[in-house]
């Protein structure tokens, strides 16, 4: 599109032959650009409206200011592109060392909009206006085809279905994260650079620096100090609730699903979760109430059992069994959520009544399988042999 | 019917009068069998997809219900109607016991409590089975009809008070220690899953699907059986009542044909249920 503006430069260059007026006077510009029906051998319009260009951010330059190579008229029929970094340095130099710095796929105008018509970023006719923001990126990340061909997720959708989604389309929240709260504007890197707000160990910072208060329980927990002393393993914000389809914590779909996603660690805890009657109601749905790892647990700020300030430090178990089973007393809290029947030396009462409990069921079943084996067949055969014997059917 | 068939064969032998038919169940006996089995199959479809909660099965059906809380709710349910059946029963046995000095409740022929004729007869039936004896000749109470009856008695104890225990665990807690919270949950999944594959196994052929019953025992839901099939699987009894005397005073009307085929579609939808519940707890068990 922009080749095209230089291009209306060299056929209106041709149309006042001969004069050697230059070609910043911007009426002589417009007496062939002004035209609504001039257009390149392509067919594109090189028509510049010029009371939207005199309403926009750049309403006050000079076309020659950006067009520099124009200076007489006529102007060649190829004409080099106007270069944006000729003011706008800060920003062609972050976007040069980022993911978006091929130029040619990633011109200024993808994000910004024609430049004849552009807008500052806090003006909601801009394209970089914060609620204008997903449409924009999403204009290449919603895109599958793109999304294959770079081998990136289609993030689009999942983001405006997301909390911060709904806050941004229905609620209109300038507050709202959307793609750039993040990821940046200009400077962009692959969430794999150690310098992107992305990379693993920056996204509680990246994350806190809206929400502060929960960054702060975070870094003071478990998972945090591990990040922060350079263990890549331990999650952050964006494992449990993920990158871009983010959930209301409080919502059944976001219950169901963080059990496995504890469990994806910590496997051992997982299975013994799996034999108690939390994770059993659990599983069924329909009933989201029931104890999941971090209501027990704490969420972010995560402690072990040895802090006293852990909320499954031994102190504080009846405040926090308490929670749901009105009624908890000391020995109430004696019940273990991790016990491991199959552990002889761990949960020695357990595994006994399991022990008694298994050979019951395979004691009496086995015997009584046989015994009614036999039957069938004594019987069947007894049945068959009295009814010949009299002679009548026997079946 | 191959009893009634074979009992048509023998009637031109017999020189018994045609189709006298004999009290074996009271009415409350039946009653208390039907609120058994009612309730038991309600307990048994609420409680596997708990038991299986993993299993694709248990998701749909309790999606279906409208979720966990649906499905614990009717759990309890039929939990608090068996349990006031249980305890109703356990009067009864009692009142006949020690208000109505009834005799036989406790011990001899025709008492639920298992004595050393039981033991000779399991013996013997097992002899029998493999060919090296004769068939032993049963009373009132068969072994394995005592067997029924206690399982289901010591079931009722065993699951119902580790399911009160889940149930009002706090409660509990006060006077139970705490591995056995723990432990109650193992108690009642493992004796639940117990009765469900002994009733829906062993109880179904024994008492149903047996060649002798096959495919039903109308007995529990009509109350009375004919004199053949009386005299064939209960001889003893049969005998002895006749040398008592007290044969005559067991005479009922034959069940009607309403009657018969009432409890012929409440009996095999529960058998049908029964089974479909055998299979998924089978293939969850085996998953």
Redesign the interface.
Known sequence: MKIDFFTAFTLGALLVAGSACPANAETDCLSCHGDKSLQDASGHSLCIDAGKFGASLHGSLKCADCHVTIKDYPHPDQVTPAECSSCHADQAAGLAGSVHSVKAEHPCTTCHGDAHAIFPKDDPKSAVYPLNIPRTCGACHGNDAMARKHGLPNVYPMYIDSIHGFALSREGLLVAANCQSCHGSHHILSHKDPQSPTYKSNIPKTCGSCHAGITADYMGGVHGKSIAAGDLKAPVCSDCHTAHAILQPTEAAFRMQSTPICGSCHKDKLSTYRDTFHSQLGALGGYVETARCWDCHGAHGILPASDPRSPVAPANLVATCGKCHAGANASFVQYQPHANARNRKMNPALYFVRLFMNLLLAGTLTFFVIHTMLWLIRSRYDQVKRRAAEGGKNA | M?DRE?AA?NESKDIQPRGRYFMRFTPGQRYLHAVLFTTFLGLAATGL???F??SIW??KF??VV???????FFHKLFAVVLTLAFLIHVKDVFTRAWVHREKGIFWGSTSMVANWKDVKDLWG??R????LGPKPRFERYAY?EKFDYW?VFWGMIVIGFSGYA?WF???F??F????????V???HS??G??AI??IF??HF??THL???SFPMDMVIFTGVESEEEFKHKRALEYERLKAQGKLEAKIAEAPGIWQIKFSKVVGYTAIAIGLVLLVLTLSAYFS
Not at chain 2, 66 to 72: A, C, E, L, N, V
Request: avoid cysteine.
């Open positions: 191959p074979q064969e997809p708990m038991r909660s993993e248990a998701r309790a999606s409208g979720g966990f809380g649906s499905i614990i039936h097992l029998w089975f493999v060919g394995w399982a889940m665990a706090p409660f807690a006060r139970l220690p705490g591995w056995a919270l723990n432990a949950l193992v108690i493992e004796e899953l117990l594959l002994f196994s062993i052929v024994n047996r060649p002798d």
